[in-house]
């Protein structure tokens, strides 16, 4: 069974870090880009980054830009996202997913089940 699993989530006030980590498990992303999407209550899911499959391409939200960072580790079948300075508009649940490539993230052959990011003011 396939399966993504996100953890790293949490409280944090303004201007703090957090670094997710989402956990791939039942066969290896190795070959496979992947990203992070978030969705605040009330909102749509958006995307917030993307990585190829050998980490050396990598693609950003506007609104993440600088401040976010994807990576990964193609031996723990794990990739990460580094978060720092987070504003209160962070605040969302982050979902990982594994997709074939990089402009096709947005409609990914797998999901995690999410975690939850809290940026107080």
């Known amino acids: 069974q396939v399966q993504l699993v996100e953890s790293g989530g949490g409280l944090v006030q303004a201007g703090g870090s957090l670094r997710l980590s989402c956990a791939a498990s039942g066969r290896t992303f190795s070959s496979n880009a992947m990203g992070w999407f978030r ?7 958006e995307f917030v980054a993307a990585i190829n499959w050998s980490g050396l391409d990598t693609r950003y939200a506007v609104s993440v830009r600088g401040r976010f960072t994807i990576s990964r580790d193609n031996t723990k079948n794990t990739v990460y996202l580094q978060m720092n300075s ?27 089940q999410g975690t939850q990011v809290t940026v107080s003011s």
């Open 86 to 112: 987070l504003k209160p508009e962070d605040t969302a649940v982050y979902y990982c997913a594994a997709g074939t490539t990089i402009p096709t993230i947005a409609t990914p052959d797998y999901w995690g």
């Open 39 to 45: 969705q605040a209550p009330g909102k749509e899911r």
